[in-house]
């Protein structure tokens, strides 16, 4: 009886290993575009101190060190990237280093921007108040959070189907309804919602977009990276004044290529 008991709690073993096996090796494995996709909206408090005092002086800190340090002064902007909980927009595998001063993959080759190249990028819009603002290249929404801190219209559109699905839910439950998103090729802006007073490009073409200067108001401003993909870009602030556009280089940046067929 004893010797049966044995064999029927090894071969149960048996298939329990072989289980393991099978989910670690087919349907049990997660792609990182999966994760990238759908990262939990809320980290758990055993993945990070998110709550309460603790992430304020974290964000407190990368207001200082990172932003004001460096030049921004834009008291609207300063507010705008104390308030966007940067936590919530990078996945749970990079918690540990939301309030870093360097960008961070979100999956699908893409990242989320450096906390200073936002704040500085969102002060050369000089938006305000009823300002309507296109971000191109959603991303993981952390951009548009921050616009829609400083104005209430906010449009945003991202050619990657699971980043512009994953954004604007993230974005609407993190309360920011002010944003509207969509799947769109950004290099064609969002024309259905444009003039805009300002647009604000997140990724880099090689290439001045003929339809995002169009969609802009007269004396609006249009922030955007331009050079080669793989390269260092140069970073344009564009005015228009009339039918004349007025172009401002501020130096290099280094972005994603802004991707499609344009």
Known sequence: MRRKVTIVLALGLVLLLALG???????G???EEEVAAFPSPSPTPTEAPWEGD???RLRESMVRSQIEARGVKDSQVLEA???APRHEFVLPRYLDQAYADRPLPIGYGQ??????????MTELLQIEEGDKILEVGTGSGYQAAVLAEVTDEVYTVEIIPGLAESAAKRLKQLGYTQ???ANLDGYYGWEEHAPYNAII?????DHMPPPLLEQLKDGGR??????????YQSLWLVKREGDEFRYENWGGVAFVPLTGEH
Do not use: D, F, H, N
């Open 179 to 181: 944003v509207q998103a």
């Open 222 to 231: 249009l922030v955007i990276p331009v050079g080669p993909p793989g390269a």
């Open 201 to 205: 490009v997140t990724c880099a073409p």
């Open 111 to 120: 990242t989320i921007s450096q906390p200073y190249i936002v704040a500085a």
């Open 54 to 56: 603790e992430v304020g």
């Open 21 to 27: 096996v099978y989910l670690t090796m087919g349907r």
């Open 81 to 83: 990237v104390r308030s």
């Open 29 to 31: 494995k997660v792609k």
